[in-house]
């Protein structure tokens, strides 16, 4: 079974930057995304990469702020926050998944998961 290990996490003030890291063990699927969810709310997806093809998808609050990259050869999956606000605070989870979906930032029954990374930002 494929599992994924975020980190890059942590308490920063608004206005902050932070990059998370996800170890994929160089197990690259057809569309890899980062994914949050805070307490209370639904998860939903931050940023996707088709890791054939480089093409990426975020959803409107990450435009402009976040980046999301793929080192296939160092098998990591990067996600760069900058100009963090209180609102993207959550628990932020790498996702791998076969199908498309995820690429279209919506999970699948098929989708990976890693165990999450805490992002918390502060006024």
């Known amino acids: 079974q494929v599992k994924f290990q975020e980190s890059g996490g942590g308490s920063v003030q608004a206005g902050a930057s932070l990059t998370l890291s996800c170890d994929t063990h160089r197990y690259t699927l057809n569309c890899m995304a980062w994914f949050r969810q805070s307490p209370g709310k639904e998860r939903e997806g931050v940023a996707s990469?088709?890791?054939?093809?480089?093409?990426?998808s975020y959803a409107e609050f990450a435009k402009g702020r976040f980046t999301i990259s793929l080192d296939q050869d160092k098998g990591a999956l990067y996600l760069r926050m900058e100009n963090l606000k209180p609102d993207d605070t959550a628990m932020y989870y790498c996702?791998?998944?076969?199908?498309?979906?995820?690429?279209?930032?919506?999970?699948?029954?098929?989708?990976?998961w890693g165990q999450g990374t805490q992002v918390t930002v502060s006024e």
């Open positions: 996702a791998a998944d076969p199908g498309w979906k995820v690429c279209g930032l919506r999970a699948a029954a098929s989708t990976y």
């Open positions: 990469v088709r890791s054939s093809t480089g093409a990426t």
